[in-house]
């Protein structure tokens, strides 16, 4: 049973550009999390996604990001017109149902703006 | 949420047990008590969960008291795999989907 998967797990990106961010969540997991990670900080939540839907997106900046489960295909965090301030780890979580503490977290992709 | 208050960091020698105390004074009746387990440059991994007293696993015990106001997750005979950071959680009952992370604690295992 292969775990969640994160592609890519690097991303370099110029100030300006557009960061996508693709989630394969565990199988027969339909809830995803993602969460991002600065140097030496713990995770941060950004949005919780059902498929088709947005359950609860609280932690996610109002501008420039989006996020999607689509009912087929990957999870995608979208990150539009990328500033340096973006560079992070982002991390992707699965779980199999909606009210679960234990969360199959992926490798991350880590994303650099130059 | 309950906020937690953990040492940002440990050091231990192999073959040695390590306990790592998490406070969270503000802990509500129906939370819950998680620890996670982060390698560098991986995602975080569930290692144990527990509401009062103790509970033990194949990876950890984690030990709550009476009051609920701390919790201490052990590691018998740790090695140099074990260096990750540790973090505790709280707030994870029914309803509640997203973890909230602190700084966790850095456990580094020296031979």
């Known amino acids: 049973n292969a775990g969640v998967m994160q592609n890519p797990r690097h991303l370099v990106r110029r100030r300006g550009q557009e960061a996508r961010l693709r989630c394969s969540p565990m199988k027969g997991h339909s809830h995803v999390y993602w969460y991002r990670q600065l140097p030496e900080e713990g995770l941060k939540f950004m949005v919780y996604?059902?498929?088709?839907?947005?359950?609860?997106e609280s932690g996610m900046p109002k501008e420039r990001f989006s996020a999607e489960f689509p009912k087929e295909g990957p999870s995608i965090l979208r990150i539009q017109q990328v500033v340096r301030g973006d560079s992070a780890a982002y991390f992707c979580?699965?779980?199999?149902?909606?009210?679960?503490?234990?969360?199959?977290f992926g490798p991350g992709t880590r994303l650099t703006v130059t | 949420l309950a906020k937690t208050t953990q040492p940002i960091s440990m050091d231990s020698y192999e073959g040695q047990e390590v306990n790592i105390t998490c406070s969270h004074n503000n802990i509500a009746t129906n939370d819950y008590i998680t620890w996670y387990q982060q390698f560098p440059s991986q995602g975080p991994r569930f290692i144990i969960q527990?509401?009062?007293t103790k509970v033990t696993n194949e990876v950890a015990s984690l030990f709550i008291p009476a009051d609920r106001k701390s919790s201490t997750l052990s590691l018998p005979r740790v090695s140099l795999s074990d260096t990750a950071v540790y973090y505790c959680?709280?707030?994870?009952?029914?309803?509640?989907?997203?973890?909230?992370f602190g700084a966790g604690t850095r456990l580094a295992v020296h031979p």
């Open positions: 979580a699965s779980s199999p149902a909606r009210v679960n503490y234990e969360q199959y």
């Open positions: 527990g509401y009062k």
């Open positions: 996604l059902q498929k088709e839907n947005i359950i609860d």
């Open positions: 959680l709280v707030g994870l009952s029914g309803g509640y989907n997203k973890l909230i």
